[in-house]
């Protein structure tokens, strides 16, 4: 069973930038698609950029293009999120996940804060 844990997440100010992380244990990371979703406070759940299990492909949410960048290093085991120019409406727990088994989001991790403050 894979399981994901985050890293990278902290206090920033407005206009910033961080790099959350995602690594991965088991062997199917290689193989499965991954993505990175968000949760602000009162809010549910929002997608926030995935790629595919080879890196080639990458799909964002539209009012994040430009701002985060979503890779993946498979000899790692690890996939990123380089988020630029942060606001404070993008403080939220970051968590990634995984399609380890079909076409579902099926695993997650514990998630990271991120906090911009204005």
């Known amino acids: 069973q894979m399981q994901l844990a985050e890293s990278g997440g902290g206090m920033v100010q407005a206009g910033g930038s961080l790099r959350l992380s995602c690594a991965a244990s088991?062997?199917?990371?290689?193989?499965?698609?991954m993505g990175w979703f968000r949760r602000a406070p009162g809010k549910e759940r929002e997608f926030v950029a995935a790629?595919?299990?080879?890196?080639?492909?990458?799909s964002y949410a539209d009012s994040l293009k430009g701002r985060f960048t979503i890779s993946r290093d498979n000899t790692k085991r690890t996939m990123y999120l380089q988020m630029n120019s942060l606001k404070p409406e993008d403080t939220a727990v970051y968590y990634c996940?995984?399609?380890?088994?079909?076409?579902?989001?099926?695993?997650w991790g514990q998630g990271t804060q991120v906090t911009v403050s204005s």
């Open positions: 088991g062997s199917t990371f290689s193989s499965s698609d």
């Open positions: 996940a995984a399609q380890a088994e079909g076409p579902t989001w099926n695993v």
């Open positions: 790629v595919n299990w080879r890196g080639s492909r990458t």
